[in-house]
């Protein structure tokens, strides 16, 4: 089964990557046009891809989406094999766990930020969290595609497994003790495990988890949105490794 994506960033952006195939790409007539909806007809026609100009009225059914005029239907989305993944040979390896993220937008956004930021992998469970669909791709601005996606049916026996590989897990959580910068993410494998909007990390991941850490909140608030949180912990990992090897990550 196909899925689509929408907009002519994301379009863009697949095509120039060519990590997934794309069947057939919609366009919106009398759309405004710019240089990226020219490169995008300019690429269809030169790979062959399929691509129609049709009525406004038959993109009323994407309506729902900020599509920009362009809709193209695409292979699924190429998952990583957890195993597979933790037969990579590689020092230091950083991945981010959600545990029930619901909202698309966060869960895009927190891809973007892992691509931007090196990490290896974004971690997830097949329940009871956001899927990878057209609203987690426009978010994440074609990230996914940039990134080991593994998707697990149980997210504790993950934990166990990644723990029996090296791995330290470092969970959000609003009652922690520590504060996000006080962990030293130099020189190891790390899981950082962020939770849902509404409960955070559940507890049965909690106590798995080697570190809990926090983020200080200098007013009374309830706490930052999820994708937002995640940057802030993310980054912190990132300049200290900076700091330490004088290396990229």
């Not at 504060?179 to 190891?188: F, P, S």
Request: charge should be positive.
């Amino acid at each position: 089964m196909e899925d689509f994506i929408f907009g002519r960033n994301n379009v863009l952006e697949l095509l120039q990557n060519g990590k997934r195939n794309v069947s057939k790409i919609l366009l919106m007539q009398n759309c405004k046009e710019n240089s990226k909806l020219s490169q995008i007809v300019e690429m269809a026609r030169n790979r062959g891809i399929v691509f129609q100009f049709i009525p406004k009225e038959k993109f009323i059914k994407y309506k729902d989406y900020a599509h920009q005029g362009v809709i193209a239907y695409v292979s699924p989305v190429n998952y990583t094999s957890f195993d597979d993944f933790l037969l990579i040979n590689k020092a230091n390896k950083k991945v981010i766990v959600t545990d029930g993220i619901e909202d698309p937008h966060n869960m895009g956004s927190i891809i973007r930020t892992a691509v931007c930021a090196g990490f290896d992998a974004v971690i997830f469970p097949s329940r009871r969290n956001a899927v990878i669909n057209a609203t987690v791709e426009k978010s994440s601005a074609g990230a996914i595609n940039h990134i080991d996606l593994i998707m697990v049916n149980s997210l504790s026996s993950t934990i166990d497994k990644l723990k029996d590989n090296d791995f330290w897990i470092i969970a959000t959580d609003i009652n922690a003790k520590d504060n996000y910068y006080d962990i030293d993410y130099c020189n190891m494998n790390f899981a950082i495990i962020m939770g849902s909007e509404k409960d955070g990390v559940s507890t049965t991941i909690l106590k798995k988890s080697d570190y809990k850490i926090k983020i200080p909140m200098l007013r009374k608030f309830d706490s930052l949105n999820v994708a937002n949180a995640a940057s802030i912990v993310i980054y912190e990992a990132v300049k200290q490794i900076i700091q330490k090897s004088g290396n990229i990550v």
